[in-house]
């Protein structure tokens, strides 16, 4: 049950599918937190076409669902007195729908990730987006194994999950696809080649969508973002446009509102 209870506030995956609540007045954030700051890498590869993913850019996706799976590596960094170096996990399911109450997942730790990780995790996150609960189905704990080769990154859980993306670079060994987007860990994603994405797991669900959307983004995430409002994410109201407060972010950032 604690397992369970910790996936049920897992919802990283689910970000998108919230945002326009997010960007709702009305909308108050959870209850406080204990500060957080992390550093890590997160990977997502989904259904959607490749290079183009419109849930990034404040709309739905091409199939009014998404199929997809979430990866989150936390490098180092804190919850609160909790180190969080070293967590892992995936969220793997239909993870963003035009019709929110559609969403649902399946939840898998990483065997290294302490109660005392997950707890955190848990608890950060549900800072992050409480409003928008999403639906775990079910949790594991397995083996996750995650391997950055160059300009290659390749994720598996045995058995379950194989994914593949590999990014383009220029002369200068610079990424060619770096893009404002809106994420649950920052405003700018990486979009890569999406080599092999196969997914079976008995009973909960199987796909091959090798050669649809991939990205990745280096993460530095923390609670004062979120409390003052610097993700492209808070400001998203799903219209398939940027909004005029995101046009502003993007512009500040230095990168343009395509």
């Known amino acids: 049950m604690t397992i369970l209870r910790i996936a049920c506030l897992l ?13 709702d ?10 500060d957080f700051d992390v550093h890590g890498i997160s990977m997502t590869e989904c259904q959607c076409t490749a290079y ?18 979430d990866f989150t590596y936390i490098k180092h960094g804190h ?13 793997i399911g239909d993870l963003i729908d035009h019709d929110a109450s559609k969403v ?8 290294s990730s302490t109660p005392e990780q997950r707890a955190a995790f848990s608890e950060m996150l549900a800072f992050m987006f409480g409003w928008n609960p999403p639906h775990i189905v079910g949790s594991k704990v397995v083996s996750i194994d995650f391997k950055v080769d160059k300009n290659t990154y390749t994720l598996a859980i045995p058995d379950i999950l194989e994914e593949k993306g590999v990014m383009k670079v220029d002369s200068d060994g610079k990424p060619t696809h770096v ?9 700018k994603i990486t979009y890569v080649d999406n080599v092999v994405f196969k997914y079976h797991d008995k009973g909960v669900g199987e796909w091959d969508l090798s050669g649809h959307q991939a990205n990745v983004k280096e993460f530095h995430t923390t609670k004062e973002m979120y409390a003052n409002k610097k993700l ?12 005029a407060e995101q046009k502003k972010m993007i512009e500040a950032m230095g990168m343009k509102a395509e």
């Open 11 to 23: 919802v990283f995956a689910f970000a998108v599918s919230g945002l326009a609540s997010a960007a």
């Open 25 to 34: 007045e009305g909308k108050s954030m959870p209850k406080d937190v204990p």
């Open 52 to 69: 183009a993913c419109p849930c990034r850019s404040n709309g739905h996706p091409d199939h009014g669902s998404c199929d997809a799976a």
């Open 79 to 91: 919850y609160g007195k909790v180190d969080m170096s070293g967590f892992k996990a995936v969220v």
């Open 104 to 111: 649902q997942g399946t939840a898998y730790f990483d065997k």
């Open 179 to 187: 893009m404002p987007a809106m994420d649950l860990w920052g405003n």
């Open 232 to 243: 492209l994410m808070q400001h998203g109201d799903m219209s398939g446009t940027w909004t």
